[in-house]
């Protein structure tokens, strides 16, 4: 008698050779990298080593199922339409879908984004666009938008500005 054989599913096998894809990418410009100066590896090594810590809570959720909740692609559930079904088939009322892709409210999003860059600054548009896309297209809850931009603000302000001592261009009204 055979033992029990678990198959991937489908969906899975994409994501896992999507990843390998990355990965390879990933070797690809560590090699390249090794051609810059010190000072200019930085920021290709802060890119590379966030993809590999990724990669690898998303590895652990394959070969460790109960780990789920480490799974980065989970913590994006809110910015996916969800539906439940209930055993007879039909559609659970009780969960709400998140976020419905609305392509003219995106593009008009996005087009705004180069106009507000130049009236308040490159730096403040990218947090209050990004704060409205999460409050306004992506449907996320206040708190859990404050909480994206903060840590997005911050680690923008150690990577570029502490880090890289980059200084974006401000608007002409601040």
Not at 24 to 36: A, D
Not at 44 to 68: D, E, H, M, N, Q
């Amino acid at each position: 008698m055979r033992g029990r054989q678990t198959v991937m599913p489908i969906k899975k096998k994409k994501e896992a050779l999507f990843i390998v894809g990355v990965v390879i990418y990933l070797i690809v410009l560590i090699i390249n990298s090794i051609k810059l100066a010190p000072g200019s590896r930085e920021f290709p090594s802060v890119i590379i080593g966030a993809a590999f810590v990724i990669i690898v809570l998303k590895f652990l959720t394959y070969i460790f199922p109960r780990l789920k909740f480490i799974d980065p692609s989970g913590s994006m559930a809110s910015l996916q339409k969800r539906v439940k079904k209930s055993q007879d088939g039909e559609p659970d009322d009780s969960v709400i879908p998140q976020a419905v892709f609305k392509p003219g409210a995106f593009i008009i999003w996005l087009a705004t984004f180069p106009l507000g860059a130049y009236l308040i600054g490159f730096l403040p548009a990218i947090f209050s666009w990004l704060f409205l896309f999460l409050m306004l297209l992506a449907k996320v809850r206040l708190r859990m938008a404050i909480i994206i931009c903060a840590g997005m603000f911050l680690a923008v302000y150690l990577m570029f500005i502490y880090t890289l001592e980059i200084r974006f261009p401000p608007g002409i009204l601040f």
